[in-house]
């Protein structure tokens, strides 16, 4: 059983930043990875960045490159998404998902937090 409850969502304005954070309960992150993806209004749920637990090996939608980080830290059983340069289009429920395979697409994660709303003005 894996608990995962983000938090960290708000209201920026373009260019500003946030940091999301996604944190375990009920079993800690020890093998596997973790996913941040997002929903916009209208829109399918599409796969924005995620990381491997074990290894730290990372995977990014190419629209935020360069402008946000996933990153983990162990001790807390916390993973982090930095983002910066934040745009309108950026807009969207974001969503952590946690599977034992390195992928881009959610059938692949079984387990999800809540969601947390990022809203970008412009």
């Known amino acids: 059983q894996v608990q995962l409850v983000e938090s960290g969502g708000g209201l920026v304005q373009a260019g500003g930043s946030l940091r999301l954070s996604c944190a375990a309960s009920?079993?800690?992150?020890?093998?596997?990875?973790v996913g941040w993806f997002r929903q916009a209004p209208g829109k399918d749920r599409e796969f924005v960045a995620a990381?491997?637990?074990?290894?730290?090996?990372?995977k990014y939608l190419d629209s935020v490159k360069g402008r946000f980080t996933i990153s983990r830290d162990n001790a807390k059983n916390v993973v982090y998404l930095q983002m910066n340069s934040l745009k309108p289009e950026d807009t969207a429920v974001y969503y952590c998902?946690?599977?034992?395979?390195?992928?881009?697409?959610?059938?692949?994660?079984?387990?999800w937090g809540q969601g947390t709303q990022v809203t970008v003005s412009s």
């Open positions: 998902g946690f599977g034992s395979v390195m992928a881009t697409t959610l059938s692949w994660y079984p387990y």
């Open positions: 009920g079993r800690t992150f020890s093998s596997g990875v």
């Open positions: 990381i491997s637990w074990d290894f730290g090996g990372t």
